[in-house]
């Protein structure tokens, strides 16, 4: 019970935004490996303008089904620093399908513009139907209690596959949502790009 309302506290103060605090950009780069590994590296410019927090929280659901079973993704984090590849303290914790990342210092204070790069592998991402590969990632995730000005996704097929012959198509706003983000297409990559992210709205993509 302790550890509960510690977290709870810190969740409290640190994701309780100032109205004028925001995400100027969110750039994610995802890397399929061939034996079905989604490799992940955010990059996440938070601004917290005048308002003094100890770090973030990026929560990452977990929890998934197939073919109505259901089944967790593996996560692995590799590393979160800043601009600089200077190491930031963090902890995770799983919690009712959802991966909590704690990202910060409790005995330090944050304030203007912050760089959070986290790096991360992720088992069971790809969908199989039949014998064709899916990727279905909800790339951004819509527990931000902040706006997000400007979104960039970029995913890498396996070495030698042509990304402008795969199908894609993407999901941008509120859970539910019809509207899509701009893709673009290239040999090695598929790029998605969208703006004006209101709080707990996503982007997701989905390539096959």
Not at 66 to 76: E, Q, S, T, V
Not at 117 to 140: H, L, M, Q
Request: charged share 20%.
């Amino acid at each position: 019970m302790e550890v509960t309302l510690v977290l709870g506290a810190f969740f409290l103060f640190s994701v309780s935004p100032a109205l004028a605090e925001r995400i100027k950009d969110f750039q994610v780069d995802l890397k399929v490996h061939p034996d079905g590994l989604l490799q992940v590296v955010e990059t996440i410019n938070y601004d917290f303008e005048g308002a003094q927090r100890h770090g973030i929280f990026r929560r990452i659901p977990v929890q998934c089904s197939r073919a109505g079973h259901p089944y967790n993704l593996i996560l692995n984090f590799h590393s979160i620093t800043d601009q600089f590849n200077q190491a930031r303290p963090y902890t995770s914790r799983y919690l009712a399908g959802v991966e909590n990342v704690q990202i910060g210092d409790a005995r330090k204070l944050v304030t203007g513009k912050q760089v959070y790069k986290i790096s991360y592998d992720v088992r069971k991402a790809i969908n199989f139907f039949g014998s064709t590969p899916e990727v279905y990632w909800n790339c951004v995730g819509s527990e931000w209690p902040c706006p997000i000005d400007h979104v960039k996704v970029s995913l890498q097929a396996p070495d030698g596959m042509d990304c402008t012959k795969l199908k894609n198509t993407s999901f941008i706003g509120y859970f539910g949502s019809g509207s899509h983000a701009s893709a673009k297409a290239k040999t090695d990559a598929i790029v998605f790009t969208g703006a004006a992210l209101h709080p707990g709205q996503d982007l997701s993509i989905v390539v096959d």
